[in-house]
């Protein structure tokens, strides 16, 4: 005679228990961004050797992975552009790569073999602010630099 009312109870504590899952951190926890590694832009033929997006932006814990869509390349910190502390990284040629960004700050990185073609790219973390004249002191090649630039225009007219 009961039994029906203590189906409802079961079946409303498991709907809280979906609930409390819908909730739980693990979906609230770290994003993961997505940086394919480019031989041929999509859309502009006369733009070879990319990352793309160039820029971005993510939190603090955030994931990024590089994606090789095309192969020989790779992903590499630039010494002396990186945040204090923080550590070097390196990908190995063609290989998916996943970097986990835990604290704010700026982190430029290269294509280890077409660094001199401009090959080059920003992760910025939380509300950190480049470094500009910082980029213009470091020693890079010229294509780099030119890209660099271009990517920290915005922040120059902030
Ligand atoms: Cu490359």
């Known amino acids: 005679m009961d039994q029906q009312p203590i189906l409802f109870r079961l079946a409303f504590l498991f709907g809280l228990a979906l609930l409390g899952l819908s909730f739980s951190p693990a979906s609230a926890s770290a994003e993961t961004v997505i940086v394919k590694m480019l031989s041929n832009h999509p859309d502009n ?6 990352f793309l997006p160039q820029v971005i932006h993510i939190q603090p814990g ?3 992975r590089f994606v090789p869509t095309d192969p020989s390349h790779n992903v590499e910190s630039i010494e002396g552009l990186m945040p204090e502390g923080s550590e070097k990284f390196k990908s190995k040629l063609s290989v998916e790569y996943e970097q986990t960004f835990d604290k704010a700050g700026i982190y430029p990185y290269k294509c280890t073999p077409h660094y001199a073609m401009g090959m080059v790219g920003l992760v910025i973390v939380g509300d950190a602010k480049p470094d500009i004249e910082l980029f213009k002191a470091k020693k890079m090649p ?10 920290l225009k915005p922040f120059k007219e902030q």
């Open 45 to 50: 033929p006369r733009s070879r050797n990319l």
């Open 142 to 151: 010229r294509r780099a630099a030119k890209k660099f630039k271009k990517m």
């Open 62 to 64: 955030d994931v990024v």
